[in-house]
């Protein structure tokens, strides 16, 4: 069995895949690698970073780039000699419409999540952000590592609503278009498979009960062996949690902020049902 995993990052896609790599007869990557907890270790599988962004750009693109990147994906899970072999990462969401093409039988879990809370998780004054996912502050000074995965991320195309508008937003701005885009994107990609086939799990329920949350991904998988000590031990540990906010909460933010907010993200938080 292949798994996908995906959201718009930051939202427990990491946990999701530490939980599934400690299952017996079952390896899962996250961005490619094999976690431990925040740890990466070796890469199994090619980056998708920077196409993240050109299979965005131009979707025609999306299903020659995933089949030259991913279509090792059974001989590596033979070569792990697994039952369940899968990949969790944000920089799926531009592939989602031609996952099943390539891989018929495969199962996707999609992560969603608040995008006040998004928001809030991804502007960050970490120097250097050890997990960068959103757009940050262009006057901050930049590791190499983020500069190569901004390469990638999501941004208007010529052609947007929002392009010539993009260097006037400020990070609230930048960060709601992010997140509302790439949930776009995934959900518009859902149309190309079986109902069956996927699962769109609420970051908020998912961590509010975790044991309750978990256990419903694994029954969707198919993991139907008693859940261990250890991956049980993971459910209740945190994992790439953010310890500060440079944000406060959605209710004290400013009224230029709320309305930034608003105007980049009401039409997908009323999709995914948050409104």
């Known amino acids: 069995m292949i798994i996908f995993g995906t959201g718009a990052g930051r939202c427990g896609t990491m946990s999701l895949s530490n939980w599934l790599n400690s299952e017996v007869d079952t390896v899962c990557l996250h961005e490619g690698k094999e976690r431990k907890l925040e740890e990466p270790g070796g890469q199994k599988l090619p980056f998708l970073t920077l196409q993240n962004f050109l299979a965005y750009k131009d979707p025609k693109q999306a299903e020659p780039l995933f089949r030259e990147l991913r279509q090792i994906m059974q001989q590596v899970a033979n070569d792990c000699d697994v039952k369940w072999f899968g990949d969790i990462a944000y920089n799926y969401a531009p592939f989602v419409k031609v996952i099943p093409t390539v891989f018929p039988e495969a199962k996707l879990v999609v992560i969603v999540r608040d995008g006040r809370s998004f928001v809030r998780s991804v502007i960050t004054n970490e120097v250097p952000d050890p997990t960068p996912v959103?757009?940050?502050d262009p006057e901050r000074p930049m590791s190499q590592t983020e500069r190569f995965?901004?390469?990638?991320?999501l941004r208007p195309?010529?052609?947007h609503d929002v392009y010539e508008h993009w260097s006037q937003f400020d990070l609230v701005q930048k960060n709601a278009w992010l997140w509302a885009e790439t949930y776009r994107v995934i959900m518009d990609g859902l149309e190309s498979w079986s109902p069956d086939q996927y699962l769109v799990v609420r970051f908020e329920e998912l961590f509010a009960d975790v044991d309750k949350g978990y256990?419903?991904?694994r029954r969707f998988i198919g993991l139907d062996h008693p859940i261990s000590d250890v991956t049980h031990g993971l459910l209740h540990t945190?994992?790439?949690?953010?310890e500060t906010r440079i944000l406060p909460h959605f209710d004290d933010w400013s009224n230029?902020?709320?309305d930034g907010f608003w105007e980049q993200a009401t039409p997908m938080m009323k999709r995914l049902g948050y409104l």
């Open 134 to 136: 959103g757009w940050l």
């Open 149 to 153: 995965i901004a390469l990638g991320r």
């Open 157 to 159: 195309v010529i052609g």
């Open 215 to 217: 256990d419903k991904i």
């Open 238 to 242: 945190r994992i790439n949690h953010r």
């Open 256 to 258: 230029v902020q709320k």
